[in-house]
């Protein structure tokens, strides 16, 4: 039986946090014997707002073999770098003259970093969810992973594809209509410092998250300073109480208890008595992944291999749909 195929990535902007790991980069791995994997780091995103070329590069790195770390198998996946395939480029042009102006405009997204971005707004920034429709669509991915955040943008992905085949492909449609693949249940994790607000490397506040890269002390100190509240006994899922679900929900995870264990566990509790517990849960479920991750910057021709690796492996896929796209457009391939 043919597996199906899943696309994914993370912007390599910060380091990966817990949200990233608990809400993405562990189900792939959880979930890879079953599919085909294509899963890369996607630094093109990355320059849509403002960055650092300084640490650009370094920071792709870093993602990848956190990728490794956390146990991406590469006898079902393929690790790359999105800007190591100028496919992804190239689609995006044919796409963005397909796309309608105001699909984009109304983007949630864009519509919210572009608020928090004033004028300082590029046509990158709008373009982003085409960019993204590429990424999926050069790989013919069947499932996309994707949390909340990206959901309308997979739902974009899906209208360029019916409107690209619609007008240019005969009966055999070019591109495949991808279908999102929803996370379970609990597997958001929100921020340290605001329960009601995702964990996100773009929080000003490092508090707010816990690296995957932290070391003891800090997180230590974040679970610490942690926001609570006064109630004593902890439950899942009482909105009045965003931060106590959270923890929960991270120290659930972590343990690899079930939400009854915890529950049942956790009923009389008071903070002072659950936070070391979490402390200790999250140091030790991070450290085999900051320990592989260390082997791997140790030997930066081992990642590099594997990243060339990949290239091949995804310009291979890509540059067959981007053939297939342009000659559909009536471009003429033969020279
Ligand atoms: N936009 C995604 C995010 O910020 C990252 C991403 C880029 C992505 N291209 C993608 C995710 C393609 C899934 C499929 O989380």
Same mark, same amino acid.
Request: charged residues 25%.
């Given at each position: 039986m043919v597996k199906q195929r899943v696309l994914s990535g993370v912007q390599p902007t910060g380091s990966l946090h817990l949200g990233n790991y608990l809400g993405a980069v562990r189900n792939w791995v959880e979930n890879q014997s079953q599919y085909e994997n294509f899963l890369f780091v996607a630094d093109l995103h990355a320059i849509t707002v403002p960055h650092n070329p300084a640490t650009l590069a370094g920071d792709t790195y870093k993602v990848a073999a956190l990728y490794l770390a956390c146990g991406l198998d590469l006898n079902h996946s393929t690790i790359f770098v999105q /800007?190591?395939?100028?496919a992804h480029s190239e689609l995006t042009w044919l796409l963005n003259c397909i796309t309608p102006l105001n699909w984009l405009q109304d983007m949630i997204q864009f519509k919210e970093k572009a608020v928090k971005q004033g004028e300082n707004v590029n046509t990158g920034l709008l373009d982003y969810p085409v960019l993204m429709a590429a990424d999926i669509l050069l790989y013919q991915a069947d499932k996309v992973p994707v949390g909340e955040d990206q959901k309308q943008h997979l739902e974009l992905t899906r209208d360029i594809v019916n409107r690209f085949n619609h007008l240019?492909?005969?009966?055999?449609?070019v591109l495949k209509l991808p279908e999102p693949l929803i996370r379970s249940e609990g597997a958001r994790v929100m921020s340290l410092t605001d329960g009601t607000r995702k964990m996100s490397k773009?929080?000003? /506040?490092?508090?707010s998250r816990i690296n995957l890269l932290d070391s003891t002390d800090d997180i230590v100190k974040k679970i610490k300073r942690c926001k609570t509240d006064l109630v004593r006994g902890l439950t899942f899922d009482d909105s009045e109480r965003p931060e106590c679900n959270n923890l929960l929900t991270i120290y659930m995870l972590l343990s690899g208890k079930t939400k009854s264990e915890v529950a049942q566990e956790c009923l009389d509790m008071g903070w002072g008595q659950f936070k070391p517990l979490l402390t200790e849960t999250t140091i030790a479920a991070l450290k085999p992944i900051q320990e592989k991750y260390q082997a791997i910057m140790d030997d930066l021709g081992y990642l590099e291999s594997v990243l060339r690796q990949g290239r091949e492996k995804a310009q291979a896929q890509a540059n067959d749909t981007l053939a297939k796209a342009k000659t559909a457009l009536g471009y003429s391939l033969a020279l």
């Open positions: /800007s190591h395939v100028s240019f492909a005969g009966k055999k449609p773009s929080d000003p /506040s490092d508090m």
